[in-house]
């Protein structure tokens, strides 16, 4: 595969992933940067030039980053009992994780862990296995 040809291969998975953000109510550039493990300037970089493509579609008003609330962000939000609530496991489940690793991505806010729910839903993703009844 040529260079150019992985380099629009990137721009429309970055293109995908920052649109499936927006859908779910997340930072698109921050889901970006932790779907690729890179810098949120690379992230935004990325972002522009995948606009710039004309691969990424003029996000509405409401949904621009600049207008995203605190309130938007913390209801993406959930507390590890929160998790462990919504997955139906022990609370101590997801401390374990946390510490040995094997959990959803998470979020130090001050002394407190949070979760991504968009996160979340990726971690659940990936562990799919592909039984369909």
Known sequence: MSAIN???LLLAMVAEVYEEAVEDGSPPVEAVAATWE???A???EWVRRARRKGLLAKLPKQSSVAEYTQTEYTQTLMSPADLATYLGV??????RWRTRGGGPRGLK???HV??????IKRWLDARADGYRS
Request: aromatic content about 8%; hydrophobic content about 20%.
């Open 6 to 8: 992985q380099d629009e």
């Open 38 to 40: 890179c810098h949120s």
């Open 42 to 44: 690379t992230a935004s």
């Open 90 to 95: 022990p609370l101590e489940t997801v401390y």
């Open 109 to 111: 806010v001050g002394k």
């Open 114 to 119: 949070r979760y991504r729910k968009a996160d």
